[in-house]
């Protein structure tokens, strides 16, 4: 892998890990596109841990806030976020375990799959953003709310529906407002992308010192690239919805299926 396509990935998951275009859909198509050999998991762990220290940065304030308040205070309106946010991580950890294999295996070379998931989820974000009433503010958010949204965050297994897309569409159908339904899915993606990227990271703790080039420049170009994709997307959905990430959903379906018709001939 050369410093280029480090960069060049690490761009991407900043990218696809916080606006919902999905992450390892691009991780899977642009190499495809491009004929460059699949990144090894030691790139793919450093990819994910420099978008955990985005969010972490971007949101410290809030986390300082939601643990302190969590442990004093579990009914204030920042303690109950922490007890929201355990209860949406642990059905996309317990499916992540127990099914992340056999999701990779099937998908992993399935790039008309995968455009047929980014376009049929770009319908459902575009109707969805279309229709749902959006009154509920974070601080009125309930346990009901946060369950729904974790069980949601397991189906961001499959490459093309998206981890942030397919639970902000869940906040936005149970009526949170949009910056409310962005707001929680980035606090919550923390601790998923942590325990995902931990155990990876155990895994191939051997193979880091070989790749540690790659590591870093995936590390940080990730987090850097997160942290303003964090940034855009609190201010676009303000004013614009999500409506401009489900059109590039549907262009993008479209030039896999050109160049999958185009290589199959």
């Known amino acids: 892998m050369t410093a280029f396509q480090a960069i060049f990935l690490g761009i991407l998951q900043g990218l696809g890990e916080f606006l919902p275009i999905s992450s390892s859909a691009h991780l899977i198509i642009f190499p495809w596109l491009f004929g460059w050999k699949e990144h090894s998991l030691v790139f793919d762990v450093a990819l994910h841990l420099g978008t955990l220290l985005a969010v972490l940065v971007y949101f410290w304030k809030d986390y300082l806030d939601i643990v302190v308040q969590g442990i004093a205070k579990p009914k204030s309106e920042k303690g109950k976020l922490l007890w929201f946010i355990i209860v949406a991580t642990i059905p996309g950890a317990l499916f992540g375990y127990f099914f992340e294999n056999i999701v990779e295996d099937v998908f992993r070379k399935q790039y008309l799959l995968i455009a047929i998931v980014l376009a049929v989820f770009g319908f459902i974000l575009y109707y969805v953003d279309s229709i749902a009433k959006?009154?509920?503010?974070?601080?009125?958010?309930?346990?009901?709310?946060?369950?729904?949204?974790?069980?949601?965050?397991?189906?961001?297994?499959?490459?093309?529906?998206?981890?942030?897309?397919?639970?902000?569409t869940t906040g936005l159908l149970l009526g949170l407002k949009k910056e409310a339904a962005a707001k929680f899915s980035f606090l919550m993606s923390a601790p998923i992308i942590l325990g995902a990227g931990a155990v990876s990271l155990l895994k191939n703790i051997n193979h880091v010192a070989a790749e540690f080039s790659n590591f870093a420049i995936g590390f940080f170009t990730s987090a850097i690239v997160g942290f303003l994709a964090i940034h855009f997307l609190l201010g676009i959905v303000k004013k614009s919805g999500f409506k401009i990430f489900a059109y590039y959903r549907f262009f993008l379906a479209a030039v896999i299926l050109a160049f999958y018709l185009l290589r199959a001939v």
């Open 134 to 168: 959006n009154k509920i503010e974070l601080s009125k958010m309930n346990v009901y709310h946060a369950a729904l949204i974790g069980v949601s965050q397991a189906f961001a297994l499959f490459p093309g529906i998206s981890r942030s897309g397919i639970t902000m």
